[in-house]
């Protein structure tokens, strides 16, 4: 099994910025791609940011130039850089990762518990 925990939400106000953090663990043979999405009240998940493990990566729409998604692969671990935040941003921002659990190349895919982001004055 793995586990996704992450962390860095909380309140900020407009404009600001935060960082957030999702590390992996448990059985990892190899991390595929990892990710962030985020889900308001009353609203579907939407897309945030991935990236594979090469580093490519890949943004929402409404957040494109604001965010930043990056790596640690030592750490199995994701990162995503947000700036010039507004208050539509606020949201429970949810990790994910699409996993390789041992040689034979079995597969996971699930999603943290998920952290609270609040832009607000």
């Known amino acids: 099994q793995v586990q996704l925990v992450e962390s860095g939400g909380g309140l900020v106000q407009p ?47 409404s957040v494109m130039g604001r965010v930043t998604i990056s790596r640690d692969n030592a750490k199995n671990t994701v990162y995503l850089q947000m700036n010039s935040l507004k208050p539509e941003d606020t949201a429970v921002y949810y990790c994910s990762a699409d996993v390789t659990t041992d040689a034979r190349g079995t597969n996971w895919y699930g999603w943290g518990q998920g952290t609270q982001v609040t832009v607000s004055t």
């Open 15 to 61: 404009g600001g910025s935060l960082r957030l953090s999702c590390a992996a663990s448990g059985s990892i043979f190899n991390i595929k791609s990892m990710g962030w999405s985020r889900q308001a009240p009353g609203e579907e998940r939407e897309l945030v940011a991935t990236i594979n493990m090469i580093g490519n990566t890949n943004y929402g729409h």
